[in-house]
């Protein structure tokens, strides 16, 4: 049993000294003390079932076996910097991790988070192609660094710093953007900012291949392929970031971008990568990574042989559970089910998602589409006091987001 401090103790100490404007979710916010693959517990041992974990780091569940004995294996023998000397665990994981992406991707740089990965990958793509702008997409995600906090679009993410060089082209959104779903027509919005905005040539262009803070939002069909030529024509570099959608989550493929039909320049990982081992990841063809080699690039802490020890793990996890099949069938039950209840509720504006990366988007009509936002919030904090742990996200913050560590099952579901 849990003799630590209690939920109301810990929020007292938190308000202190962990100042922060995003307060832990929900009215009295859980104290988890533990994890078990699908599964948390509180300090009063009482179960939840964790639908949220996904987005929160875990992949393959909660403190999965075969993930924890290789971290404590590791943290047993070492842990240090990969930067100075030799060690199998850095190699052993970009070897696997490139095995899984596409035949030129294979050149591997370790970072600390998702935030981390994306700068990187923009400032690659700034030295290779050497050109300064990058085009993102409007309600992305990508970090809370400068460059990536430019990238980001949405101003409840932003701060008021100095955020040059990225303009933010018209979100391919089926449900709300002004094109519906006709994803060439957004395409020729990255076309008309590159000719109307820049000198005609630009660094890159980042997306995600669904948009997760922002609400699970599937790219218009024929979206990124029409992007994808229209950067190429502009010098660019075409960015993937797959912190969300990597790993097997969507189910169809092991990464986002596949479902689209384009192979990127680089790939940005993170989250799932570790199963909770803080590690990202940019790979990249080693042309373009040689970069790099043109003046010191190091991180300390980037690669270290405990994370990646972790992740080499997880990838084996992946296949060893077939969790990206598990991801399609479980997913595709989820979604269907969930589908099934707009006959009976008119608040379900929007289900949509692939694999384990669901949305559902609560309106208060379906023709104005108005965002049910105190609904939303009602249902979350429902569903935690029935055991169960969704998120919330989009632009109005009116989604529900199931985002499940892959091992999650059509009995989790609810059936
Ligand atoms: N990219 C995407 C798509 C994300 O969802 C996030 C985190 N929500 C990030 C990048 C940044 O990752 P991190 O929080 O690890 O810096």
Redesign the pocket.
């Known amino acids: 049993p849990y003799n630590g401090p209690s939920a109301s103790d810990l929020l007292k100490r938190r308000k202190v000294y962990l100042p922060t404007c995003l307060g832990p979710f929900y009215t009295h916010p859980l104290n988890l003390v533990e994890g078990k693959m699908q599964y948390v517990f509180d300090e009063n041992g009482r179960r939840y079932l964790d639908a949220f974990g996904g ?1 929160a780091t875990v992949s393959c569940g909660h403190c999965h076996p075969d993930v924890v004995e290789a971290t404590v294996n590791q943290t047993r023998l070492l842990q240090h910097t990969t930067v100075l000397y030799l060690n199998h665990a850095v190699v052993d994981f970009a070897e696997a991790l490139a095995a899984k992406l596409p035949r030129e991707l294979e050149a591997v740089f370790f970072t600390n ?6 700068e990187l990958a923009l400032m690659i793509a700034r030295l290779y192609t050497g050109y300064h702008d990058i085009i993102s997409i409007r309600n ?5 660094a400068t460059s ?1 906090m430019a990238a980001t679009a949405q101003f409840f993410h932003k701060f008021n710093v100095v955020q040059t060089g990225i303009h933010h082209a018209l979100n391919p959104d089926p449900y709300r953007g002004v094109f519906g779903s006709d994803g060439v027509k957004y395409a020729n919005d990255v076309q008309d900012i590159i000719d109307y905005g820049t000198c005609g040539h630009v660094a890159g262009f980042i997306a ?1 291949a669904i ?3 922002g609400g699970v939002i599937e790219l218009a069909p024929g979206y990124l392929p029409a992007v994808y030529s229209i950067i190429k024509k502009a010098g660019g570099l075409f960015i993937a ?1 797959e ?2 959608t990597g790993f097997g989550r969507t189910g169809s493929h092991f990464w986002g971008f596949e479902e689209q039909g384009i192979v990127p320049d680089i790939v ?1 990982l ?2 799932g990568i570790g199963n909770g081992a803080p590690i ?1 990841a940019v790979v990249t063809t080693p042309e373009i990574a040689k970069v790099l080699t043109y003046s010191n690039y190091f991180s300390t802490f980037g690669g270290n042989p405990v994370c990646t020890a972790a992740g080499l793990a997880v990838l084996r996890a992946i296949e060893k559970d077939k969790l990206q099949y598990n991801a399609f069938v479980v997913g595709s039950y989820i979604k269907e089910r969930l589908s099934s209840l707009m006959e009976k509720h008119e608040i379900i504006g929007d289900v949509r998602g692939r694999g384990m990366l669901l949305g559902v988007e609560l309106v208060q009509d379906r023709q104005s589409k108005t965002p049910a936002k105190s609904e939303m919030l009602k249902i979350t904090e429902h569903m935690k006091d029935m055991g169960v742990l969704i998120g919330k996200g989009g632009f109005h913050g009116n989604v529900l987001r199931i985002t499940p560590p892959l091992c999650f099952t059509k009995e989790d579901a609810g059936c």
Do not use: L, R
């Open positions: 987005i988070s998702g935030t981390e990965a994306n992305g995600y990508h970090g809370n990536t995600e948009q997760g803070v970031d912190v969300q940005t993170a989250k990202g």
